[in-house]
């Protein structure tokens, strides 16, 4: 037999699209299934993003810069004015989403072998990532007590070895929806200067934050300057996943010339996703008024919902549009699927991620899962009745 | 000082691009320069693609199938059968460009360390991915005298080790043109079946062949059906190179699941390449052959024209949109440069690729250039007529 790679073994499969096979047999069996697994939000793209698709011109779909269209990062480095991050165009090389950015910054500061320090739960496909550049996540966990807020910074300092090269936060955080507060995003630059690592902030959710809040970015910290690895994207801020734009910044001149060789030997980021990405610069303010409204509702549905079934325990984050609850369950994986196969209410269910993808540390997450709030409140109101007529006779309750 | 991986550092500097600065210090010096250095062509894009950008109506921009979507899968399935491929769209993923179905190629069947055999010259990027991959290419001289014919297939027996997972072809030729025969794929599939070897075929340029010659796609082979790898895009065949859309093909299912959870981890591939590609496949036949006509005139005058320049030798390759040609000159990286930053004739230069970038010998293709013929005949004859006052007064004339 062909040979098959041990990376490709090693590859973890999506802990949101494992059970997909089973929310499909549900659907053909009638029964109405709320998506709260995925971060897909509903919300619409910016008809200016739409819009700019649609007035294309050009005869010739042409290869672009590799590091994007210069026009692009113009607008780019004009966005990031209006939340006092300063850049220039030279500073970032767009990619396929910020999945390419995030590979982009893994092999550009990382050989197989060694480490990069992550705070879990955290986005499962960073392990994904990580197996795909031959290196090793080192988890240090937060704690659903605490709302998950950024764990001791000794238990960073513990797991530092000679390995390892980068810390990474994501901020706003998927899947927990913590905010890091200006003093913990100090401690990371207090420990990243220290042992010169590169600290990669995934800032994707930036505008989603609630309760007066604001997010504190990984670009402000002084005298780490060359450190600072900036991920983006536009799939979450414009509800545009499908353009697949996203991109990485860094003042590093180092770093980007070694980016950029990636990103030349696959040519270009995608021509339309760049034209779409461009146009949505100039979103309307009043889009993100009525979105982040929206969100809040929905975040106060979710956690209000949650804490009010018996036996479970949901924090009430300031980020993102992600929620990592506690239920008194068994095994979330089981749980998840049973769900799905086993169960319904008065014709519906609810589809949940399990918490212990979003964990690299076995055994962690398992009564826990990942809610997106990416459904209107009364769906998600809906769901939130579903999933406490569920608890009340899932056999591996607790 | 923060760390910069070896991989980094090894990335190799793409052949075309890093001429990009002197050509853009010529042009700033009024001189006009011709662009036959990347495989850019000037042929429209089909307006069946164009328009289905434009009338897309969907109010998000949502993630698709990590696979691409079903739709696309099914109508790729529908071209394949017009060629006489028989596929279903389980056997297809679909990624950023044929650059992303290279790199899960090579990831889903190749640990760091193993290796890769590959006929050269070869496209410089296929380096790339290797390096990226941790994967080590191994090549096997192609020679200018044969017009760059399959070398002897002893070549590639002696060169397979342990470590040996995959032969690459890219079929017709990039960067030489040449047409692979029925033959030679047949050698091709007997020593992938005797070593069980995967064979990678990287046929984008699939519709360019002239003289009446017809490609013979891997795919066509008997008895290694679970060891073909067919590597496609929409770039080249449309003219859409910007959409970044292509795609990995293979009856092999262990491969596909493997490919898939690669695909998976970077969540989708682009939504706007993907409506275009699946309308491309409805581009009507006139274009084709309008297109193909266009592209034979183009290499005749290409291949006649740098054949009666004196020292100077171009075979004439069947397929693609490229020709390797040898010129009388000491070094293709000094000449190309020299061409940009000291040379002008009446105000015009050209632009071309050192062939040197497209091994990985060193030493090999000093004396070698790849010329794409992109442009429209009579560009390309006043090139040529540039090209030959330029090796006329070249310091490194031989």
Chains 1, 2 share one sequence.
Not at 19 to 44: M, S, W
Not at 313 to 320: I, M, V
Not at 347 to 368: C, H, I, N, R, W
């Amino acid at each position: 037999m062909v040979h098959i790679s041990k990376k490709g073994q090693l590859m973890p499969e999506s802990p949101i699209r494992k059970l997909v096979p089973y929310a499909e047999e549900a659907k053909k069996r009638g029964i109405r299934v709320y998506h709260l697994n995925i971060g897909q939000p509903d919300i619409e793209t910016p008809e200016v993003a739409l819009n700019a698709i649609k007035n294309y011109d050009h005869k010739v779909v042409e290869y672009s810069h590799s590091a994007g269209m210069l026009s692009l990062r113009e607008k780019l480095v004009e966005y990031y004015r209006t939340v006092n991050i300063d850049l220039n165009p030279g500073e970032i090389i767009v990619g396929t989403g910020a999945s390419e950015a995030i590979l982009f910054s893994f092999q550009s500061i990382m050989d197989p072998g060694d480490e990069v320090i992550i705070p879990e739960p955290f986005y499962a496909n960073y392990n994904g990532f990580a197996v795909n550049s031959g290196i090793r996540v080192k988890p240090i966990i937060s704690s659903i007590e605490t709302g998950f807020a950024l764990p001791p910074i000794e238990d960073f300092e513990k797991n530092i070895t000679d390995k390892t090269k980068a810390i990474l936060v994501c901020n706003p955080n998927n899947p927990t929806g913590y905010l890091y507060t200006k003093e913990e995003m100090e401690s990371l630059r207090d420990i990243v200067k220290r042992h010169d690592l590169f600290l990669i902030a995934d800032e994707v959710y930036r505008e989603f934050t609630y309760d007066g809040k604001k997010q504190y970015s990984a670009m402000y910290l002084k005298g780490i300057e060359e450190n600072v690895i900036l991920i983006d994207s536009v799939s979450k801020r414009y509800s545009a996943c499908g353009v697949r734009l996203g991109w990485m910044a860094s003042k590093n001149r180092e770093l980007i010339a070694t980016a950029l060789k990636f990103a030349q030997a696959r040519l270009s980021p995608p021509t339309f996703g760049q034209v779409a990405a461009e146009a949505a610069v100039d979103t309307p303010d009043e889009y993100f008024v009525k979105v982040k409204k929206e969100y809040l509702a929905r975040r106060n549905a979710v956690v209000e919902g949650i804490n009010r079934i018996e036996g479970a325990f949901c924090p009430k984050p300031a980020g993102a549009f992600y929620v990592v609850a506690r239920l008194p369950i068994d095994d979330s994986d089981k749980f998840c699927r049973w769900l799905l196969e086993d169960f319904d209410f008065e014709g519906q269910t609810v589809m949940l991620a399990p918490a212990s993808g979003f964990y690299s540390t076995p055994g962690k997450g398992k009564d826990e899962v990942r809610i997106s709030y990416v459904l209107k409140v009364d769906d998600l109101k809906a769901s939130i009745r579903v999933l406490n007529e569920a608890l009340k006779v899932y056999p591996g309750r607790k």
